[in-house]
């Protein structure tokens, strides 16, 4: 369970995290989605304890960050934005020395980490140096790395940046499955049919303000059912309908082409924000 | 805290045997070049505070190894911090700051042993045999301490690599040569040894050198070098939980 309250966060002059309320369930994956800058990573490294926060609560499963560190920190793991293994060890050994950190005995960091690589489809770079992985693999490195000490909470920080098409969907699948198994998630992503895919609640954050938080379904029907594209003066003009009945009759009187589709996530995403989120 | 310190240090440890040969060719360099050119060339001749130049030199190389080894823990700090971001993995685990600090000055300790291993060794090539007794291993521990905390906390407070490297051009370095390293500091003028005097480093040659030629160890040093290793780790302590946004 993940509790924030009252959130801020101020660098200098930016308000980064303007009253941010959560409220995560227990097993829940939930998915963070904003633009660049919104203030996904800070939420996150507050949450880990890299950064202060200037005022408000955060509850890991009843610990206080702020107030008692250590034992909050022990109820989660991180998958940062950016790559941070250790380039000139050994996959084995990243994840063994993780394990240390987390004060585990020698024989459960062995079997732990022989689990987990089999678990990423990693076993036979188990003694390869990181530095000879690809960008993918790396991502997979983090995760099995984060799960090392069996966190009830994980975080993600864009976990599929950068990463190809196919390669994104095999992560999507491991986050699944590591959800199945009892892990509650929390996931920042820029891609919208990312959190479509995988999240049963979504926040959309903007300018550090949670700006709407739902089930992608629910976000959605507030749409309606099925969108209408056309170009207008050479801007992207989308109209919503409730039922297919009442785009067909808007279909009917219109001169310029046009494309019928269902509504997504992202229509619901541009609408509250009025920003592209790419 | 345990735990914490010895995951830290571990890793250091790991990366420092995939690095080992490079690391022993790169140490081995500096003070080979001072033994050749400084104690070697100038001959048995010179006599330098009632020794051969060479039997002075050796215990200076010493100190001046340990200090700039154990200091070199700084850049490795900044690059994992800056470059690879692997403090962060530090950061959002569950041990705290002062095992950190601790397995990283253990980390720096190992650096200057092996360094004054390898300047033991080169030194018997040249004919100087110290004697390694309990006080001069002290006075090592102490400096290498002392420089090790210090990188730490330089390493917390720079914001880049560049700032880092501005430290060690203006205040390692020139303490490398003039803290009673290369020539005895009493022939200067007394101004100019009453500022060698504040630097750590002074004593800790002193200290090496008079153990190391079976001379009657000098406590104040010990005691002195003691104070500022206290000083250095507290002060290593509050920067890193400075280091947190
Ligand atoms: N260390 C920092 N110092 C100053 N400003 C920062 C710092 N980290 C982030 N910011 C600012 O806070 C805002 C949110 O950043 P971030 O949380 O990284 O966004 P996101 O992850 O959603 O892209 C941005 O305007 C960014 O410039
Ligand atoms: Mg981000």
Partial sequence: MIILKNLNKHYKSIQALKNVHLHINRGELFAYLGPNGAGKTTTIRIMTGLTKLSSGTVLLNRFDIEQDQVAAKKESGLVPQSINLDQELTVAENLDIHGMLYQMPVKARRSKTDELLDYMDITDRKKTLVKHLSGGLKRRVMIARALMHSPKILFLDEPTVGLDANIRRRIWAIVKKIQQDGTTIFLTTHYIEEAEFLAQRVAFLNNGEIVALDTPKNLMQKMGTWAIDRLEESNMETTYFQTREAAKKFMADQKQSFTLRHVNLEDAFLTLTGKKVK | ?245
């Fill in chain 2, 1 to 245: 805290m345990i735990h914490g310190c010895l995951a830290i240090y571990y890793r250091e440890l790991m990366i420092m045997k995939r690095r080992l040969p490079k690391m022993i060719a790169t140490m081995s360099v500096s003070p080979l070049l001072y033994l050749i050119a400084f104690g070697y060339a100038m001959g048995e001749n010179v006599n330098v505070d009632g020794c051969s130049y060479l039997e002075f030199l050796l215990p200076g190389l010493i100190a001046m190894s340990s200090m700039t080894q154990a200091f070199s823990i700084a850049s490795e700090i900044n690059i994992a911090r800056f470059y690879w971001h692997i403090f962060e993995e530090f950061q959002a685990a569950p041990i705290s700051n002062i095992s950190y600090v601790a397995g990283e000055v253990l980390a720096g300790m190992t650096r200057a042993f092996i360094s004054i291993f390898i300047i033991l060794i080169l030194g018997y090539f040249f004919g100087v045999v110290l004697s390694c007794n309990f006080f001069f291993w002290l006075a090592i521990i102490l400096n290498s301490f002392i420089f090790a905390s210090l990188a730490v906390g330089m390493a917390m407070l720079v914001k880049s690599h560049a700032d880092q490297s501005m430290f060690s051009s203006f205040v390692i370095t020139p303490m490398a040569f003039l803290g009673g390293t290369l020539f005895p500091i009493d022939n200067l003028p007394i101004w100019a040894q009453k500022i060698l005097f504040l630097l750590p480093l002074t004593h800790a040659s002193k200290a090496i050198r008079a153990a190391s030629l079976g001379n009657r160890p000098d406590y104040s040093s010990y005691i002195i070098l003691f104070l500022t290793g206290a000083l250095f780790i507290s002060i290593a302590f509050l920067c890193v939980n400075k280091a947190r946004d």
